[in-house]
């Protein structure tokens, strides 16, 4: 799996071509490839970090004790009033679990 991103991203950055068979062929320059290989380094790099970003608002809005509707309508920009009374946890029915769950990541945390 790591290998067919980097190789995605030396292509993307023109790098190497995969051919429809699998073979991997150099189309850089050779004076070009040490400043390609670092721009697809940058690339993936970055794109490691959006995919964590993303993984973090997905676990707060896992953890999010608080209206989920309103929740995503504040991440969307949007604005909602705190209680929906509809979701889960404007329901009481998710508020017990999630405090365990955000006790327990903070436990966890400590240690």
């Not at 062929?25 to 993936?44: D, F, H, I, Y």
């Not at 896992?62 to 949007?78: H, I, P, T, V």
Request: negative net charge; charged residues 30%.
């Amino acid at each position: 799996m790591k290998l067919m991103r980097a190789l995605t991203r030396l292509e993307e950055c023109d790098v190497v071509k995969v051919e429809p068979q699998g073979a991997v062929r150099l189309v850089a320059e050779p004076g070009t490839l040490s400043g390609k290989v670092k721009e697809a380094s940058v690339a993936q790099l970055e794109r490691h970090e959006a995919e964590l970003h993303r993984i973090e608002e997905i676990r707060q809005y896992a953890e999010n004790l608080d209206c989920r509707r309103a929740y995503l309508l504040s991440y969307f920009g949007d604005d909602a009033a705190a209680n929906c009374r509809n979701c889960y946890n404007c329901q009481g029915e998710g508020t017990e679990r999630a405090q365990l769950i955000a006790e327990t990541r903070l436990r966890t945390a400590e240690d």
